[in-house]
């Protein structure tokens, strides 16, 4: 029985792990060996949970892999996961021991495939376009000659000298450049800034605010040109203040700045070609203009004068119209002369008899002032009889009001019975029990509180017993 023991020791001589120890191994093992690593699949059973953490599985012809990725890298992935979408998924790989599986941790996801990116690019445009981002009547024209271009591309590539180039050919311009990248994951970012911060620009301010903006970028790729077809590019472009040129690509190449921008242009030199006209071609139009304005003037004014001499031979002589009207005017002149002498004369005769006529205004002024003086005496003596009729009765009311005063009640021993606000007490049934009254005696005012509806009876007065009846005491 002991040898039995013996060997069975032998056999399992083993370590012997924990769960959650052979867990952490395996974790351990597992990020060590695959600590980076890059696959391709399509997500399927895509979730987003309100921590804002996104749970999915790529899967494959042969196997399925369950994939995480938090919600800081979330936010960085510069693409929106969902299901059926072709991938490839940068990471690494890890243990969940809570469910004895692996599953690979995503720090940035990239579509797989151009067929997986024109997918996106297509739904893309079918979202904005609904949104009415893409609509004709929101493009605006562009300015005839702007004074001021900016130009949204890269600091260093040729698009910027051609724009320069093309630009001082037909018609030199202020060009303000906005230098940003256009390829690579912080592109998108950086344009839809530069588009912005031209908009933000205050129109008098110590950097001019462009009148007319061109977004340009160099022929390549989709993945190249995918910045220009994010959708925080389409909408900074489509809200865009200031009108603006795309020239994004080589002229097969097509973005969705093309569909936001108010006019696009299929490479950076036609987009140059587009904001101004050629100058020596303006200045002969203005020229040719000029002179075809000048010929016209002439001959309205050849025209003008023509129509005015053949106006002018169907006039009467203004010499022969201008001496009757002069004999006119002195035959008038005459007349009006003597008829206003005659008027005058016959006015003054008139004012002369009326002279005559008139009163003489001392009389009239003495016979009114003894009339006023009569007037004045009569209404002294009058005004002496109504005051003392006025003062009889004065004095006669004053005695009879006197007589109707309650203070002479009150002298003759009454009292007035008021309520707290000073109401006369008329009746016994306007006060209550607990009611408080006033009584008003010709000398001063009592308060009182009602106890009773009645009188109270008088009660004889008890006769103090004698010495005797107290030392004796009651029978009763």
Not at 54 to 83: H, I, Q
Not at 146 to 152: A, F, L, M, Q, T
Not at 154 to 169: C, E, F, K, N, Q
Not at 358 to 377: F, N, V
């Amino acid at each position: 029985m002991s040898d039995t023991s013996s060997s069975q020791n032998e056999t399992t001589n083993a370590p012997i792990f924990s769960v959650g120890e052979i867990s952490g191994a395996l974790k351990m093992t597992v990020e060590d060996a695959f600590g980076h690593v890059r696959v391709q699949g399509e997500i399927s059973g895509f979730k987003r949970p309100a921590s804002g953490h996104m749970y999915f599985t790529l899967k494959d012809e042969n196997a399925v892999l369950n994939g995480v990725c938090w919600r800081g890298s979330a936010a960085r992935l510069g693409l929106a996961p969902e299901d059926g979408m072709e991938v490839i998924a940068t990471g690494r790989l890890t243990t969940y021991g809570a469910r004895s599986n692996y599953q690979m941790v995503v720090e940035k996801m990239e579509l797989a495939g151009e067929g997986a990116l024109l997918k996106l690019l297509e739904d893309r445009r079918r979202k904005l376009a609904t949104e009415g981002l893409f609509d004709e009547e929101h493009k605006r024209a562009l300015p005839f000659l702007p004074d001021v271009i900016g130009v949204v591309t890269s600091p260093t590539g040729a698009v910027i000298r051609d724009i320069l180039h093309r630009l001082d050919d037909r018609f030199p311009r202020h060009v303000l450049l906005w230098p940003v990248l256009v390829q690579g994951d912080d592109a998108a970012d950086a344009v839809s800034a530069a588009v912005r911060g031209f908009n933000a620009l205050e129109p008098g301010g110590k950097i001019p605010r462009p009148d007319l903006l061109i977004v340009a970028r160099g022929g390549g790729s989709l993945e190249d040109l995918w910045a220009f077809n994010e959708e925080n590019v389409v909408r900074a472009v489509a809200e865009s203040d200031i009108p603006v040129i795309s020239a994004v690509g080589h002229e097969t190449d097509t973005t969705l700045v093309d569909f936001a921008s108010d006019r696009r242009a299929p490479t950076p030199t036609a987009a140059a070609e587009m904001a101004v006209p050629v100058r020596h071609e303006l200045l002969a139009q203005v020229m040719d203009d000029g002179a075809r304005i000048f010929n016209a003037i002439n001959r309205q004014v050849q025209d003008e004068r023509r129509n005015l001499e053949s106006a002018a031979r169907g006039l009467p002589n203004l010499g022969h119209l201008l001496g009757d009207a002069s004999q006119r005017l002195d035959d008038w002149s005459e007349r009006f002369d003597n008829s206003l002498k005659a008027g005058m004369a016959e006015r003054n005769r008139e004012f002369v008899s009326l002279a005559q006529r008139l009163t003489k205004p001392d009389h009239l002024i003495e016979q009114a002032r003894h009339r006023l003086a009569g007037e004045i005496r009569a209404l002294k003596q009058t005004a002496a009889v109504l005051l003392a009729e006025r003062r009889s009765d004065l004095t006669r009311l004053t005695q009879l009001l006197e007589s109707y005063s309650y203070e002479r009640v009150l002298d003759r021993g009454f009292a007035l019975v008021t309520t707290a606000d000073e109401k006369p007490v008329t009746s016994a049934g306007s006060l209550t029990v607990g009611d408080a009254a006033f009584l008003r005696f010709k000398d001063g005012v009592v308060g009182v509180a009602i106890t009773g509806s009645k009188a109270p009876r008088s009660k004889p007065k008890k006769s103090k017993p004698s010495a005797n009846e107290d030392r004796q005491g009651s029978l009763l």
